[in-house]
């Protein structure tokens, strides 16, 4: 605001700026040279025949973008230094071509990467000195962590039962961290990276497995966020899924959720639901995943796996083409959006078993939030789309242990019958939970009674199950145990 008040009729906004050093004058001479590209893009010159003007007319118009400063000038302009902002190393924005969406295309090579084999990493003790990132991906592996944190000015970190635990002998810097990135992804990906700001997808070792990885630009630098991707799939009796659960499986059509807030689990749920389908069905299974994340082999099932922006270009061109597929069980990784919601009630209507994920606490939350997400003339007939066509709700929760040895899933399994198909139906979806006290002789778990058993068994605090529950009125009494 400062700058605005100082700019003359010979000296623009962008001229102040260099002057006191906010910007240098190459930055302004690049920004001049391209808002006179933008204008001529938007007023190409056409041709016209030769027309008598005006005076006023015949004036030629200003030019809307300032002059770019002299090559050479007399005083010398100080500039903030590089060093201080972090980004010596970026390279130049001229340099980078972002696809817009109507450019962009799918890459040519695309061969599945199964992370299994024989491990030619060195996993190190601990991190000191200089390593790469095969090895930290490797080491976290090793001590059971699920996510790596990797930023400017903080050492690495490792989350290791829900709870974060610095790794590394040293903050890294932005540099040592570009180097790793480079190192490990390659040009390709680190060109996109740079290009756009934020990069999600699946980086393998052979023999140490697969993560999800994200990757993002932030003030101080590179910021990497990487999920450890389980290198096999659970019995349906390790992941500790109630026994009601099986029979959502079996459903020729209709849709299941798994649902739950980001890092509990999920995707490993909705694996075991869906390798549970392999064992035991005859069927065609085509999964849709950002992510691809836990690789399927097919047992009894011919099983179809696409991954955004690997094998398609968006989640509804995906799923809009698997109704054409010959499907009978249609897997979304997570239901994102206003469209992809509706093509999943819509496959489900249409004679398919739908199995997706979404990032909510109970199974009430997301009745409300798969209806909420339609415009109020559509809720009515989505409404009863849903109490017709939804088979069941699994929301979980990863609970740390006491003993800190590691978490343990609390589970709510809504199974829709009759009464709740109702209560959905009219608009009663408040009742629901009154519906499903009633229904627990068909099966059907509460989250509270979930956290209760667990608190009870003493396998977790009366601390976590309080600030975890639904009514925090049942664990007052026991919140400080």
Not at 211 to 237: C, H, K, Q, Y
Not at 435 to 462: C, H, N
Not at 467 to 479: D, E, L, M, Q, S
Request: hydrophobic letters at 40%; one cysteine or more.
């Amino acid at each position: 605001m400062k700058a605005m008040t100082m700019v003359t009729p010979n000296q623009n906004v962008g001229q102040v700026l260099v002057e006191h050093g906010v910007i240098s004058k190459d930055i302004y001479n690049k920004l001049i040279a391209f808002m006179k590209k933008k204008v001529a893009e938007q007023n190409p010159a056409q041709p016209s025949a030769p027309a008598a003007q005006s005076p006023s007319t015949s004036q030629k118009a200003p030019d809307p973008t300032p002059a770019p400063l002299p090559e050479s000038s007399g005083d010398q302009v100080t500039t903030i230094p590089v060093e201080e902002r972090e980004l010596e190393s970026y390279p130049p924005i001229e340099k980078r071509k972002v696809k817009s969406s109507e450019e962009a295309t799918l890459p040519e090579d695309f061969t599945p990467h199964t992370g299994m084999g024989q491990l030619k990493v060195a996993i190190p003790a601990e991190l000191k000195g200089n390593y790469r990132l095969d090895e930290v991906f490797c080491l976290a592996r090793k001590h059971n962590a699920s996510d790596i944190h990797i930023c400017p000015g903080t050492p690495i970190i490792f989350r290791r039962f829900g709870a974060l635990v610095t790794i590394g002998d040293r903050p890294l810097q932005q540099k040592e961290i570009e180097t790793l990135v480079c190192d490990a992804f390659g040009d390709e990906l680190t060109e996109s990276f740079l290009g756009e700001g934020d990069l999600e997808f699946v980086y393998t070792i052979e023999g140490g497995g697969r993560f999800r990885v994200t990757l993002m630009r932030e003030n101080f630098g590179f910021d990497l966020t990487a999920r450890v991707i389980p290198m096999s799939i659970m019995s349906f009796e390790e992941s500790g899924l109630p026994e009601v659960c099986k029979g959502l499986t079996k459903w020729a059509q209709g849709m299941v959720l798994v649902t739950g807030p980001i890092g509990s689990g999920k995707s490993s749920t909705l694996a075991v639901l869906v390798d549970l389908i392999n064992q035991d069905r005859d069927d065609h299974i085509i999964s849709i995943e950002s992510p691809i994340e836990m690789v399927y082999e097919p047992k009894r099932c011919q099983i179809t796996q696409r991954e955004l922006n690997q094998h398609t270009l968006s989640q509804n061109n995906a799923l809009r083409a698997a109704l054409r597929q010959d499907p009978d069980i249609i897997v979304i990784s997570e239901l994102r959006d206003l469209e992809s919601i509706q093509l999943a009630v819509s496959a489900a209507e249409t004679g398919h078993l739908v199995l997706a994920t979404m990032n909510t606490a109970s199974a009430t939350r997301t009745i409300y939030r798969l209806i909420d997400s339609f415009p109020p003339e559509e809720q009515g007939i989505i409404r009863n789309m849903v109490s017709l066509s939804l088979r069941g709700i699994i929301s979980q929760q990863l609970i740390p242990k006491i003993d800190g040895s590691g978490v343990i899933p609390a589970f709510e399994v809504l199974v829709v019958n009759t009464a709740i198909s109702n209560l959905i139906r009219k608009n009663n979806s408040h009742l629901i939970e009154s519906a499903m006290i009633t229904g627990k002789q068909a099966g059907m778990v509460l989250l509270d009674d979930s956290l209760d058993t667990l608190f009870k068994q003493g396998i977790i605090s009366g601390k976590e199950a309080f600030y975890r529950c639904i009514n925090p009125k049942r664990f007052t009494a026991v919140k400080d145990k």
